[in-house]
C-alpha cells in the first residue's frame, strides 16, 4: 500500500535572525488572533447558525496551529494564512485578517 504524502509545505521563508528578532511580535498577533476568534459570537441565533461559527472559529484556531508550525520551521505559511484569514472575515473580524495577512512581509519590517 503506498503511503500518504503531505502536500509541500509553502510560504515565505523567514531568515533565522529575522525569526528570532520578530518571534514576539508574530506570536502577538496569533495570539490575538486565537482571543478574540473565540470571544465572538453567531451572528444569528439557532442551532445552524452556531454549528457553522463554531466550524469558523476552529478554522482560524486551525489555521493559527499552521501559522505556529510554519513559523517554527522558518516560514510564513501560505495556507495556514489563507485558512486563517477566511475564517476571520466569515467571523467579521476584517482588521485582524488585514494584520494576520501582513505576516507574509513580517521579515520587511
Known amino acids: 500500500m503506498p503511503r500518504a504524502t503531505l502536500p509541500p509545505m509553502t510560504g515565505t521563508p ?6 528570532a528578532r520578530l518571534d514576539q511580535v508574530f506570536m502577538q498577533v496569533v495570539l ?11 451572528s444569528q441565533s439557532g442551532t445552524l447558525a452556531a454549528m457553522f461559527h463554531k466550524e ?35 467571523l467579521e473580524l ?7 495577512e501582513n505576516l507574509r512581509r513580517i521579515a520587511d519590517a
Do not use: F, Y
Request: with cysteine; proline share 5%; net charge negative.
Open 32 to 42: 490575538d488572533v486565537q482571543a478574540q476568534a473565540q470571544q465572538t459570537a453567531p
Open 94 to 100: 476584517p482588521d485582524l485578517a488585514t494584520r494576520v
Open 14 to 19: 523567514i531568515a533565522p535572525d529575522d525569526r
Open 56 to 90: 469558523t472559529v476552529t478554522d482560524a484556531l486551525q489555521g493559527c496551529a499552521m501559522l505556529i508550525a510554519g513559523w517554527n520551521q522558518g516560514r510564513v505559511d501560505d495556507a495556514g494564512l489563507t485558512r486563517t484569514t477566511k475564517a476571520l472575515r466569515a
